[in-house]
């Protein structure tokens, strides 16, 4: 079992940044794939990024690339997303996930933090 809680969301004018953070509990965080997903109002939610347990690769989705950077620290059982050059079209509330299979479905990641608001308006 994991337990996921995300922080660091906001409001942000476009062109800022943002570092999200997600602690995990449990002593199996260095097992997991995990990832962040976001879903705007109205919208489904889509996968933002990704890391392998090691921490040796990662992908992004092709709206990010470039701009957010994710990685994760095993000492601190914790994932980062360093968002920069936010847009408007960059709101959505963030969901941090842990998983076993590096992929970018959402069906399959197995533990969901709450979400953490991210607004980019002026």
């Known amino acids: 079992q994991v337990q996921l809680v995300e922080s660091g969301g906001g409001l942000v004018q476009p062109g800022g940044s943002l570092r999200l953070s997600c602690a995990a509990s449990g002593r199996t965080f260095n097992t997991y794939v995990m990832a962040w997903f976001r879903q705007a109002p109205g919208k489904e939610r889509e996968f933002v990024a990704s890391?392998?347990?090691?921490?040796?690769?990662?992908r992004s989705a092709d709206s990010v690339k470039g701009r957010f950077t994710i990685s994760r620290d095993g000492a601190q059982n914790t994932v980062y997303l360093q968002m920069n050059s936010l847009k408007p079209e960059d709101t959505a509330v963030y969901y941090c996930?842990?998983?076993?299979?590096?992929?970018?479905?959402?069906?399959?990641?197995?533990?969901w933090g709450q979400g953490t608001q991210v607004t980019v308006s002026s």
């Open positions: 996930a842990a998983g076993v299979t590096w992929g970018i479905r959402s069906t399959g990641y197995d533990y």
């Open positions: 890391i392998t347990s090691s921490g040796k690769n990662t």
